[in-house]
């Protein structure tokens, strides 16, 4: 169910406050506004040295105090955040996780947001705390024991400000973000490659979208040679290419979407040893982050046609699975020297890139926890991404930038191929040396595309950090989709 809104142009004040037991405040900075509880703030303040505009870096919670002249309920607490001109979007996104984080832990079904400040101020505050509150109020997958129904976030009061679009987009970019997370974190025997494809077909029903399916035996007779290879290793073989469309009325661009999706990666003949195969049932979170994409797209109902494709797999050891020097070809034609079959994303995504390439989108964008080299070169706090076009990356760095999902360029030279180079096929699918492998991936990628469509590739090393990322708490944080939504927008023409 969604969270239901509430909204009051008027700023809050005691009497508005007086039944809501878990508030959140949203400050300016500078000199502390007048406000419910100001008294309460300032002595905690002053119990923690603590002064007003320290809330910029560190936001402050309290028990409220029951009765009295502010007329706070019996068992209330609030929190305090400072949100500053100087900060990012991920900047305010983190404050604002931080500061809802003891509101949001004991699991209240209603939540009150007061922001303060100028018209400016509260307009741009109050859509921030409304997205990071309903981003961390979502349901995801648990197997733990319950004594009765997971209690959720129903209603989130917003005083200080109101719109008229009740934040339908950000309502939209909370759906998406939530089925990737949703979807990434259920355990491999609850998201095998026949399942995954049961909930997207289910997927494209409730929403509209096309829907079309290459499993093995279709790509098989296509010459999907890469796909296959990765693909004929698990037993039953029901690893598929799963094609989604969505195209409204008045498209304004047409635009391709790609998602590795490994339900589960052993490495295959090249085995991964227990440290780093688990974990590994999150190799799926390019096709979700896609998936993720589409949702938020079709709910926001942007004039954009979209082709979204999924390559489902799982990387497994049998008797078929595909070996070190095997060299297969792919539906293009070129011929793949198979170096380490735990490089299988790129070979999943090889044939996948050439269907959507053949197409003819005006842009492609693919998303995978493709290589440990991304996170080597960035951690767990950016993603990276590498493409075809230099204005592309500079219009993709704005774009996280301004979500708050942060990514960094990295390059794309030919000169790099040279390590790809075989003796006895077209290309490596990839080196022993590891080295720069976040861009000899993308260096091998870009030779299945067709039609020199402009193209941006994500590499999710982002995907997971402890503790969440920005505005998501969760581990397992849904990256990607509020970054492709802003991109979305900002490749589609201005009049929009």
């Not at 842009?363 to 991304?374: E, I, K, Q, V, Y």
């Not at 950090?465 to 505005?471: S, T, V």
Request: hydrophobic share 40%; proline share 6%.
């Amino acid at each position: 169910m969604p969270i239901q809104l509430k909204q009051f142009i008027p700023l809050a004040d005691e009497k508005s406050l007086s039944a809501s037991s878990h508030v959140l405040f949203v400050l300016p900075p500078g000199k502390p506004p007048r406000m419910p509880y100001g008294a309460v703030l300032e002595k905690k303040l002053k119990r923690s040295h603590s002064k007003y505009n320290d809330l910029a870096k560190t936001p402050m919670s309290s028990d409220l105090p029951h009765g009295g002249p502010s007329g706070a309920p019996s068992g209330a607490i609030a929190s305090w955040v400072v949100l500053d001109a100087k900060h990012n979007a991920f900047q305010r996104h983190t404050l604002l996780r931080k500061a809802l984080k003891p509101l949001l832990d004991e699991k209240p079904q209603t939540l009150t947001i007061a922001v303060f400040g100028d018209d400016a101020f509260r307009k741009a505050a109050a859509c921030d705390a409304f997205y990071v509150a309903s981003v961390n109020a979502a349901e995801l997958p648990s197997r733990k024991k319950s004594k009765g129904k997971p209690k959720l976030l129903k209603t989130i009061t917003l005083h200080g400000w109101q719109e008229s679009h009740g934040y339908a987009q950000t309502r939209a970019r909370v759906a998406g973000n939530t089925l990737t997370r949703q979807l990434t974190m259920l355990p491999p025997n609850e998201l095998t490659p026949s399942i995954y494809r049961d909930k997207v077909a289910k997927l494209a029903k409730e929403n509209g979208w096309k829907h079309e399916e290459y499993d093995m035996k279709k790509l098989q007779k296509i010459g999907a040679g890469a796909f296959v290879a990765v693909g004929q290793g698990s037993e039953p073989q029901d690893a598929a290419i799963v094609r989604l469309g969505y195209s409204p009325k008045g498209a304004k661009k047409h635009i391709a979407l790609v998602g590795k999706g490994i339900c589960f990666d052993t490495g295959g003949h090249n085995l991964k040893p227990a440290r780093y195969m688990h974990g590994m049932h999150e190799d799926m979170n390019g096709s979700a982050v896609a998936l993720g994409i589409l949702l938020a797209t079709t709910q926001s109902r942007l004039p954009v046609k979209i082709d979204c494709w999924l390559a489902i797999a799982q990387n497994h050891i049998g008797p078929k699975a595909y070996k070190q020097n095997d060299v297969v070809t792919a539906l293009n034609g070129t011929t793949i020297e198979i170096v380490h079959t735990d490089a299988e994303g790129r070979m999943v995504l090889a044939d996948t890139l050439t269907l959507a390439s053949r197409e003819k989108p005006e842009f492609m964008m693919d998303f995978a926890t493709l290589t440990g080299s991304m996170a080597v070169a960035l951690g767990d706090r950016y993603s990276g991404i590498i493409g075809n076009r230099p204005e592309l990356l500079c219009k993709a760095m704005g774009a996280g930038t301004a979500c708050g999902e942060r990514v960094s360029a990295f390059p794309f030279d030919e000169d790099y191929e040279e390590d790809l180079e075989s003796g006895i096929a077209d290309i490596k699918q990839c080196t022993l040396e590891g080295g720069a492998d976040h861009i000899l991936a993308a260096r091998f990628l870009a030779k299945f595309i067709e039609g020199d469509v402009p193209w941006l590739h994500v590499d999710l090393s982002s995907s997971n950090r402890k503790g969440g990322l920005g505005a998501v708490a969760s581990d397992v944080n849904g990256f990607g989709v509020g970054f492709g939504m802003a991109l979305i927008m900002r490749l589609l023409p201005e009049s929009i």
